[in-house]
């Protein structure tokens, strides 16, 4: 509780700690027959990297109610307790079940779009594929996708994954690639499946984009 503006740098040092009042969500249970309210706080965290992780020690200071006398004041009590550590270990996901395009995110869920610069080209034009992966997935450990290696979008097309630009969004990753059509017609540009692993199901989970119609026409023959 900063008391306003003018309390922040009225009364001495701006930035030292104060108290922030804020309210606790509270249920009531029975321990050892007595009845007590229990308040918990809840965060949640999302690890980066592999290894061993520990958090606490957890301290707990202050002035807790602990009664209501007759006269219906509060009856207080000072306390201080200290909760023990915990340690977590951090894992990369499992080897079974791992799909070949899986690009190294963990999380809930992810979606994938995809899109050429144009929609109309000559056979050999270079085209630039634009793929974006967003959702509450992390970005860290992200791979950038090899297309090459799934042989559908390789048919009528020439990828190069070796010259690809990435960018960083708000809430994902894109990805640009040259393509070239390698044939004349009304092509269509294959679904690209890509996997993460999702913390919810613990299990591999491929999404798809959806298919790319592009108009390839001959080019002149000299």
Known sequence: DFGGFGNLFGNGDPFKPRP????????RTTLNSKKYREYSLTLEYTPTKEGEFTFGPLTFKGTVITDVSAERQAVTKDVYT???AVTVRVVPP????????FIGS????MKVSAAFDTSVCKVGDPLT???ELTGPVSVSNMRTPLLTPQPALTKDFRIYDDNVSADTLPDGKRFKYRVRPTREGTLEFPPVK???YNTATRAYTTVTTAPIPIQARATTQI
């Open 20 to 27: 922030i009042r804020f309210r606790l969500a509270q249920k």
């Open 82 to 84: 200290i909760g023990p």
């Open 94 to 101: 499992p080897d079974e079940g791992r799909p070949d395009w």
């Open 106 to 109: 963990v999380g809930k869920a």
């Open 129 to 131: 594929l634009t793929l």
């Open 194 to 196: 890509l996997a993460y």
